[in-house]
């Protein structure tokens, strides 16, 4: 179709406007008191990307996260990530220094190693990571089990991210996997949703507004 169709319906079809009052609305309907003031604007983001203003009771942020995550960025460090929907959400022109996002779940090997370890191709992903994952950041939205693994391979030696943002949704392991990033020995600073919400697009608006600084 090269013409545009009968407008049947009145709503707001400008681009910048429905951006503005997005925010506005979502700035107006969420209550932002228990969140620390250098996260409030990931807060407004996630809420944004989910459409659910009391998300932000389950938001849990370590003092450090926004600090060291957004620290690591700017450096340079790799954005390790457990699904390609969560690669697809990250805006690259957001990231400060040209930063690689990083998804190995399409890797020829991945299917091998999952059916050889008895898990998920996302958790077996996880351990093609390598060394570039000491001092990146990490954002998993999809996989409880990409998470649960990469702690167990941080606890076994393995190389120590800057920054966990572990968002995993779903109806089994996904609120324990949050609550052991939570209760990790490495002291890793993370953002966590508790309980079962979370998902892909939570996790690349956490990332958007961590690289984009505050907005």
Known sequence: MTTRPL???????????????SFAIVRAETDLSGIPA?????AVRMVHASGQPDLVQDMR??????????ATLL????????????????????????????CHLRDH??????????????????????????????????????LFHLLEWICEGG??????IGVPVGFVGSAESKQALIEHEAGIPYLVVTGRRGGAA?????VNALAGGPS
């Open 159 to 164: 190389p120590r991210p800057a920054a966990i």
């Open 109 to 146: 090997r991945v299917e091998q190693l999952a059916a050889a370890w008895g898990t998920t191709r996302s958790a077996a992903a996880v351990s093609l990571w390598g060394d570039e994952l000491e001092g990146a950041v990490v954002a998993i939205g999809n996989a409880p089990t990409a």
């Open 202 to 206: 939570i996790a690349a608006s956490a």
């Open 7 to 21: 407008r049947r319906y009145a709503y707001c079809a400008d681009g910048p406007e429905i951006y503005r009052e």
């Open 61 to 70: 942020f370590h003092p450090d996260l926004v600090s060291a995550g957004r």
């Open 38 to 42: 250098d996260a409030r604007h990931l």
């Open 75 to 102: 450096a340079g460090a790799p954005l390790f990530v457990d699904s390609m929907m969560v690669s697809a959400g990250i805006t690259r022109s957001r990231l400060p220094a040209g930063n690689e996002v990083i």
